[in-house]
């Protein structure tokens, strides 16, 4: 599970809230539960901002596990690559009527 | 039905207490994440991928209306809806939300129930035979044992932080119906053929995970007095001797391989030796409160066979069906034990609505004493139903989409939640028995093959048991993508057996037909009334191999 130490770019930054333990991604103004507003960096240095910025909400306790995440730019919503956290950015694939893939369909 | 007294009563509310003040003190921040895991792990409560999940505790499996109606009042209110029953007998929420959990605690609580010691380095809910106290083989009711066994290890402060979790199933019955040899410790009440005696055979060291282990025995025959000074004694030793370097090598089976089974014996009768038995047994006094529980309900005098019954099976195929495969003989006279079927083809394996609790909550308590179970093929019982009530039950069961009639059958397929739900999963597993039951669907050909049992688990944790399926598969990673691992031979009863493997993974739209060719085999080389596993005890892995090599070899 734990991420790389040099992440796959483009990336986004994902945790759980901590109240709430719903999927999160961070943007430029906090963290959204919406997949297609995370925000995408391209480049090392402003991976390393996201991961810093993670880790300090985890101090703050406002979420747990943040990870970068590695995707593809697709249409409307970015991809994470992985098909976990591909799974993880859109909910049970058994259950369509829940998670992201319901609140926020692309 | 064991009711909680004031203790049980007093140590739960000030669990949820305790419980509550830790949840604010972790939102507050005033506890790190690394400080409060322990703590919410105590509590049955797990980060999974989507969300936090919770699992409540079902003591060997036994639930009464109000528990059922509680736990579909908290699905509604607390959670999407639904719950997930899984091979331990215990229920998952898999959409709690931290800041509610002392509150869902608390609704548990008012009807009975808990989440304590469903995770974590302890002792877990014991799980028993789901016929108890109706199976017809039984030689005693284990639930007087088991319930003494939940009252003796719940919070037992010796074993609060054992190296790893600790899993003790207990079963009264000549069949094990609780997968007993993949347990840590297992309890099976016998009878000493000498002195016509009731007491213990204890089984040690079983468990499934990356390094699957078959229990083994203990102690032969064990004076039923001095169960818990025993079961103390193999605690104590454990505690002491278990690894605590690595996490992976950490459950008793590891010290009971590395010593040998002797040498772990001798220790623990050494240390019965010592313990002082008047203070660590049950009184006989407590054990006759808990026994009054599970005393036999007002059962009417009925004929053996329903003429109701019989006339509706010959008007109806469905009905007939259902009761071919859902019910099993109970040891009164005009009732049965039917089992309800979670499921349903193209469903997920466990998971039950709310609306679906509240049917099974009616049933239980118009029909079956108000008592309802939970298998560890994660399925419902019924327990004790009169023969001439099945069409009615079967009709309330059948609007609720609860009436699958393939218990035991090869749709009857048993799925952690995987990768859908599960942060440690590598693989999904409810889509392969989605498929699975789909392709297998029709009822004709269900009955032609028979018993036959699918195990699918998304790792290699091993929680949907895939070890002992008769077909077990298990998901894995593969170059970066879902990768299906096929197992054979598989038995999770007396005839103990963990499957061999049959080839190298296969991707998940393959899995589908591999299950078709080995069924094939079997279906051509069984004899006559020779079940798919007995086929492949007598016949040896080889032509199984020989069917799924052509497949794998078409994948590579
Ligand atoms: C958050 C979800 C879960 C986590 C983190 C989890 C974790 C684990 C781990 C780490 C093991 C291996 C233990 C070992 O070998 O020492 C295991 C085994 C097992 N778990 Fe789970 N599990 C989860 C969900 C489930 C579910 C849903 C079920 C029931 C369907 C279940 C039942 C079992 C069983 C039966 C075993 C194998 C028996 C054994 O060796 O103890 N677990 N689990
Ligand atoms: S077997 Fe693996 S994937 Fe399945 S529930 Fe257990 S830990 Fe999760």
Redesign the pocket.
């Known amino acids: 599970m734990a991420a790389a130490k040099r992440p796959e770019l483009p990336a986004i930054l994902v945790a759980n809230d901590l109240r709430e333990g719903e999927v999160v991604f961070a943007t430029l103004e906090g963290w959204t539960r919406d997949p297609r507003r995370a925000l995408v960096v391209q480049d090392e240095r402003a991976a390393e901002a996201l991961r810093d910025f993670g880790a300090k909400e985890f101090l703050r306790a406002r979420v747990v596990d943040p990870q970068l995440v590695a995707i593809e730019n697709a249409e409307g919503a970015p991809r994470p690559r992985h098909y976990r956290e591909a799974l993880r950015a859109l909910g049970p694939s058994v259950r369509p009527d829940l998670g992201k893939q319901a609140d926020f369909p692309l | 039905m064991y009711l909680y007294d004031e203790f049980d009563e007093r140590l739960v509310r000030e669990r949820v207490a305790q419980f509550a003040s830790q949840v604010e003190r972790r939102l507050s921040g005033a506890l790190t994440e690394d400080e409060f895991r322990p703590l919410r792990l105590k509590n049955g409560l797990?980060l999974?991928l989507h969300s936090y999940?919770l699992r409540v505790a079902i003591p060997y499996g036994a639930l009464n209306a109000r528990q059922l109606r509680q736990l579909g009042f908290i699905a509604d209110v607390h959670d999407r809806g639904y719950g997930?029953f899984?091979?331990?007998t215990n229920l998952?929420f898999h959409w709690a939300r931290l800041k509610d959990v002392p509150t869902v605690l608390g609704l548990l609580a008012d009807a009975g129930m808990h989440c304590i010691q469903t995770s974590g380095n302890c002792i877990r809910n014991v799980t028993a035979d789901p016929f108890a106290g109706v199976a017809f083989d039984e030689i005693e009711d284990p639930r007087p044992v088991a319930e003494l066994i939940r009252q003796w290890s719940s919070l037992h402060p010796e074993f609060e932080w054992l190296a790893?979790?600790f899993?003790i199933a207990v079963s009264g019955a000549a069949q094990d119906r609780t997968v007993m040899k993949?347990h840590d410790l297992g309890v099976r009440i016998v009878r000493d053929a000498a002195s016509g005696e009731i007491g213990y055979r204890i089984l040690v060291g079983g468990?499934?995970?990356?390094s699957p282990m078959e229990a083994q025995i203990l102690r032969d025959f064990l004076p039923r007095q001095d169960l818990l000074a025993y079961l103390e004694a193999a605690l104590r030793v454990y505690n002491l001797a278990g690894r605590r370097d690595n996490k992976w090598k950490?459950?008793i089976k590891f010290l009971v391989h590395d010593i040998g089974v002797e040498a772990f014996r001798a220790q623990v009768e050494d240390e019965f030796a010592r313990i002082d038995k008047a203070k660590t047994n049950a009184r006989p006094a407590e054990e006759a409160r808990i026994a009054a529980f599970f005393a036999a309900p007002p059962y009417e005098n009925l004929p053996g066979v329903s003429r109701k019954l019989e006339r509706s099976i010959a008007r109806d195929e469905e009905l007939a069906r259902f009761v071919e495969h859902n019910l099993t003989r109970h040891k009164r006279k005009g009732y049965a034990a039917l089992t309800i079927s979670l499921k349903p083809v193209g469903g997920i394996p466990?998971d039950i609505s709310s609306d679906q609790m509240r049917v099974v909550a009616d049933l239980a308590e118009q029909y079956s004493f108000d008592e309802a179970r939970v298998t560890y093929a994660?399925n419902l019982v019924l327990p004790h139903v009169r023969l001439g009530d099945v069409p009615h039950i079967f009709a309330r069961l059948k609007e609720q989409g609860l009436a699958s009639a393939n218990v035991g059958l090869i749709t009857d397929i048993v799925s952690?939640?995987g990768l859908d739900y599960?942060?440690?999963a590598t693989a999904r597993s409810i889509p392969i028995a989605q498929a699975l039951a789909q392709t297998f669907a029709d009822p004709a050909r269900q009955k032609d093959i028979g018993e036959l049992s699918i195990k699918i688990s998304g790792c290699i944790?091993?929680?949907?048991?895939h070890h002992v399926g008769a077909i077990g598969i298990l998901g894995l990673e593969k170059k970066g993508a879902e990768s299906y691992q096929f197992t054979l031979g598989g038995d999770p009863g007396d005839s103990y057996a963990l499957g061999e493997l049959l080839g190298p993974g296969l991707p998940a739209e393959k899995v589908p037909e591999a299950v078709e060719r080995l069924v094939a085999v079997y279906l051509a080389r069984r004899q006559p009334d020779e079940t798919f596993i007995e086929t492949t005890r007598r016949l040896g892995l080889a032509p199984f191999k020989t069917a799924f090599k052509e497949i794998a070899d078409a994948v590579a």
Do not use: E, V
Not at chain 2, 207 to 210: A, I, V
Not at chain 2, 461 to 465: K, M, P, R, S
């Open positions: 797990y999974q999940m997930h899984t091979t331990r998952q790893r979790k899993k993949s468990g499934l995970g990356r950490a459950r466990g994660q952690c939640p599960c942060g440690l944790n091993a929680c949907g048991h």
